[in-house]
């Protein structure tokens, strides 16, 4: 089963801040998801990468598949952006996922 | 809107009783998923099915089972229920098992 370490477990910032999120993991992957839920307790998926780099509007993920870790930065943090964000990665097949224990973020304004 | 529907939105039972949570994945999506988040595991994959078939098993308990019926909704029937079954339930849906994940909004299961 894979490993999901995920840092750091809260966060707080204030808005405008540059935000990073890290996850590790133990075992060789083929594609690393990044989620998000919400207060109210929706998630939405924000990321699913494979190697290299994706950018959507203020959020960008990273993966280094070598060193088996993650990042999840957002520029300009905003109060909207509070929320709890999940690294989860596979354990057997593509879709049976190990989820890290999330990491809640709060902006200030 | 992701597109997946979760009903009901919420269920309070007590212990011993048996209930059923309905998933209704995005159009054109044969992969659907179910996922279980508590407070104490997090969150935990259960069961996958692919177009109507059981593709992978997760932690899903003996007490719990699922389907994918031809029109493509899933269900999860959890049975003789205990206190630590309360939790929130999510449903998700994929195109292919390499396309990103759509999640429903859950179902929060509260078992007295």
């Known amino acids: 089963k894979n490993e999901v370490e995920q840092s750091p477990q809260n966060l707080t910032a204030q808005e405008g801040e540059f935000i990073t999120i890290n996850c590790s993991y133990s075992?060789?992957?083929?594609?690393l998801h990044w989620l998000q839920q919400h207060p109210g307790g929706g998630i939405v998926s924000l990321f699913m990468?494979?190697?290299g780099k994706k950018k959507h509007g203020r959020l960008i993920a990273t993966i280094n598949i070598q060193e088996k870790h993650s990042s999840l930065h957002i520029t300009a943090s905003h109060p909207r952006d509070s929320a709890v964000y999940i690294c989860a990665v596979p354990s057997g097949s593509a879709r049976q996922l190990t989820f890290g224990s999330g990491t809640q973020l709060t902006v200030l304004p | 809107d992701s597109g997946v529907t979760q009903t009901p939105k919420h269920l309070i039972t007590a212990t011993g009783q048996r209930v059923t949570l309905r998933c209704s994945p995005r159009?054109?999506?044969?992969?659907v998923y179910w996922y279980q988040q508590s407070l104490d595991q997090g969150l935990q994959f259960l069961i996958q099915?692919?177009?109507?078939?059981?593709?992978a098993k997760g932690n899903i308990l003996e007490r719990f089972s699922a389907q994918q019926f031809p029109d493509l909704h899933s269900e999860l029937n959890l049975s003789s229920l205990e206190l630590g079954d309360s939790a929130l339930y999510f449903c998700a849906s994929s195109e292919t098992v390499v396309s990103p994940l759509h999640f429903g909004n859950g179902t929060r299961l509260t078992v007295t």
């Open positions: 099915y692919y177009n109507g078939e059981e593709r």
């Open positions: 075992v060789g992957i083929s594609a």
């Open positions: 990468l494979s190697s």
């Open positions: 159009s054109g999506d044969l992969s």
